[in-house]
């Protein structure tokens, strides 16, 4: 945790560390994995709440806990803008880390992926690797998104990538 800042270091002590090395391929194996998900994720999201800093609804989008939906958002210039978020478990699971898609930004960074998987790869990735099987899903958005996050939406809505929804023009309703 050399070199983070104490916000950092705070949350990520406050998140569970898991212990089952367990996959989706892995049956009951993988179920007592998805409680301990579970878990770290009402921590870490019962932290966020306290601190007054929720970013984040995620949920299982299927019973097997392989795809997971929700929505984030990052406030900016004292706006908020929000993002639908999606990934699913990699087969490998824990020993890959998923990765994380904002569909709605697909295109607009160069810290993307086709599909608009946010880039992991050099700060986050090593990181997760030499924690597994101990990081889970809310590891990956204490320390993969909320990064990504605040890096880059700052710089999409300044270059006029992204806009407030408030500043979205409507088509004018036609007289008929």
């Known amino acids: 945790m050399e070199g983070w800042d104490a916000g950092t270091k705070s949350a990520l002590t406050q998140i569970p560390l898991l212990t089952s090395r367990a996959g989706p391929r892995d ?12 878990k770290a994720l009402i921590a870490y ?3 966020n709440k306290t601190n007054d ?3 984040f609804r ?7 806990g392989t795809r997971w939906e929700g929505s984030c958002w990052y406030v900016h210039n004292l706006r908020r803008y929000d993002f639908p978020l999606q990934f699913d478990i990699p087969v490998t699971y824990p020993s890959t880390a998923p990765e994380i ?7 607009k960074t160069h810290k993307m992926y086709r599909g608009g998987k946010i880039c992991l790869t050099v ?12 990081f889970g899903i809310a590891h990956a958005l204490c320390l993969g998104l909320a990064p990504w996050l605040a890096a880059e939406v700052p710089i ?10 408030d500043d979205e023009v409507a088509p004018a309703a036609s007289s008929s």
């Open 45 to 47: 999201t019962s932290m």
């Open 27 to 38: 049956g009951e194996a993988w179920k007592q994995r998805l409680k301990e998900e579970y």
């Open 58 to 64: 995620i949920a299982p989008a299927n019973p097997e």
């Open 53 to 55: 800093n929720d970013w």
């Open 156 to 165: 999409l809505v300044d270059s006029g990538m992204v806009k407030h929804k």
């Open 101 to 107: 898609e904002l569909p709605t930004l697909d295109g």
């Open 123 to 134: 700060h986050f990735k090593p990181l997760w690797a030499k924690n597994c099987p101990r």
